[in-house]
């Protein structure tokens, strides 16, 4: 069966370090991966988009990585700031036609001062 | 900057009522998509809309729930009739419609049936 992973119990780490977290898929062959971040009573916010033929991207702090072999995307956000602390949610475009989202559960990152 | 609008943000109402939430898509945006979030199951989309035509509402129980696009500006979601088991946060988002790209979510309709 189709499946999203990633990691369900909170990730805490302190401030000026280097949060990491994981979404695994099986059986998707995605054209896309993008993810999101959630506050607490607020709409996910769209953080970075990366295609299946792309290793890596960056934007400012944060960075994706995307293995097809591996079917995992890593997603780090570097010196850390409390202000990072959200839940983060990956989601698979199984179909670029369509632009179809399938969520993850998302991980919950809290950042200590 | 632009938002996706969705009203009301908070719904109380008893079991067997009807309830009807409304999305106003960011302008210009032809795709309109309706998820439903819950702590055990997440976000799961309900059904989509582009150039307000259905695309695809298998993720919705078609006996209670319907979605509609009267317009360009407006999408609704309507539950009748309401069961306690809707209880959750219903979210709106648009894209520009060419496949794959980002999603704006408006910051949802919080429901709860009595």
């Known amino acids: 069966s189709q499946k999203i992973e990633q990691n369900s119990e909170a990730l805490n780490i302190q401030e000026g370090k280097t949060a990491t977290l994981t979404c695994n898929y099986t059986?998707?062959?995605?054209?896309?991966l993008q993810w999101y971040r959630q506050d607490p009573g607020r709409g996910p916010v769209f953080l970075l988009l990366?295609?299946?033929?792309?290793k890596e991207k960056r934007k400012e702090r944060l960075k994706v990585t995307f293995d097809t072999t591996l079917k995992q995307s890593l997603f780090h956000i570097t010196a850390s700031q409390p202000a990072d602390s959200a839940t983060y949610l990956c989601?698979?475009?199984?179909?670029?036609?369509?632009?179809?989202?399938?969520f993850g559960q998302g991980t919950t990152l809290q950042v200590k001062p | 900057d632009a938002r996706v609008t969705q009203t009301p943000r908070h719904k109380v109402t008893e079991m067997g009522q009807e309830v009807t939430m409304r999305c106003q898509p960011i302008?210009?945006?032809?795709?309109v998509f309706w998820y439903r979030q819950t702590m055990m199951q997440g976000l799961e989309l309900l059904a989509y809309?582009?150039?307000?035509?259905?695309?695809?509402d298998s993720g919705m129980p078609k006996d209670r729930f319907s979605a509609e696009m009267p317009d360009a500006t407006l999408a609704t979601l309507k539950i009748q009739p309401s069961e306690p088991r809707d209880s959750a946060v219903y979210f709106c988002?648009?894209?520009?419609?060419?496949?794959?790209?980002?999603?704006?979510f408006g910051d949802g309709t919080r429901l709860s049936i009595l």
């Open positions: 059986n998707y062959s995605p054209a896309y």
């Open positions: 990366i295609r299946e033929n792309e």
């Open positions: 809309f582009r150039n307000r035509a259905p695309l695809d």
């Open positions: 988002a648009s894209e520009t419609g060419t496949g794959g790209q980002p999603q704006h």
């Open positions: 989601a698979l475009v199984a179909s670029s036609n369509t632009g179809k989202l399938i």
């Open positions: 302008l210009g945006h032809n795709t």
